[in-house]
Each structure stands twice: as structure tokens, then as C-alpha cells.
């Protein structure tokens, strides 16, 4: 399986990674540092499951989403992680059409309920 973690911060970037690997110790992991990296990595089809940041400098995640569905046809599940954590930020960013949301600081429970949701069990 192959996830892609969208995220500005690179602490961030590392302890998501470190936990996806704890829980899913198959995954390929790739990481972008910003939405403009990753529009030109390009192969985001090639991925099950995309975690993007919202708030990042330049384009963020809700433009970067936009681009990936509405002009790329992506249709890989693409999940939100924020620390907008402020009351409507949540469901704001379920209707603009993320397939789920997690806030930040990350909790291992709630990241393994997103994981097996999108990913199934692991083996």
C-alpha cells in the first residue's frame, strides 16, 4: 500500500510518518512538502491514500484538493490533517469534499481508525 503525507512542517512530516509506519509497517510512505510539490510529482492515482495538510504556505490543502478531484480526476481518498480545530472548521472541510479529517496534535487511535477505514485491517 501507498500513502502520500502533503504537510509543510517537517517534524510533522516525520512523526506522521513514524506512526503510519507503526501501524502499517508494509506502507510506502512518500512526503511532500508543500501542494505545489506534489502537483509537480504528479502520480497521485498511484497512491491509496493521500493526507494532506490545510494549512500550508502558497497553495494550501483545500486549492490542493480542488486541484487533485475537481481538475485532475483524482479519485484516491484524500484525507484532511489540521490543527483548525475551531467549531464549524471540521465539518467547513467535510463539505468542501475531503473523505475524512483528522486535527492535529494526532492522536494513534484516531489515525488508526482513519488508516483502517481507507486501508482495511492490517495482516
Not at 491514500?49 to 497553495?59: F, N, R, V
Amino acid at each position: 500500500m501507498r500513502i502520500l503525507i502533503v504537510e509543510d512542517n517537517e517534524f510533522n512530516r516525520i512523526v506522521l510518518g513514524d506512526m503510519i509506519e507503526l501501524l502499517y509497517p508494509e506502507a510506502e510512505v512518500q512526503m511532500h512538502e508543500s501542494a505545489e510539490v506534489s502537483l509537480q510529482e504528479g502520480g497521485h492515482d498511484t497512491f491509496d491514500l493521500i493526507l494532506s495538510d490545510i494549512d500550508m504556505p502558497g497553495m494550501d490543502g483545500m486549492a490542493l484538493f480542488t486541484k487533485l478531484r475537481k481538475e485532475l480526476g483524482v479519485k484516491v481518498p484524500i484525507v484532511a490533517v489540521t490543527a483548525l480545530a475551531i467549531s464549524g472548521d471540521r465539518e467547513r472541510i467535510l463539505m468542501h469534499g475531503f473523505d475524512a479529517y483528522i486535527s492535529k496534535p494526532i492522536n494513534l487511535d484516531e489515525l488508526e481508525a482513519i488508516l483502517k477505514t481507507f486501508l482495511g485491517a492490517q495482516e
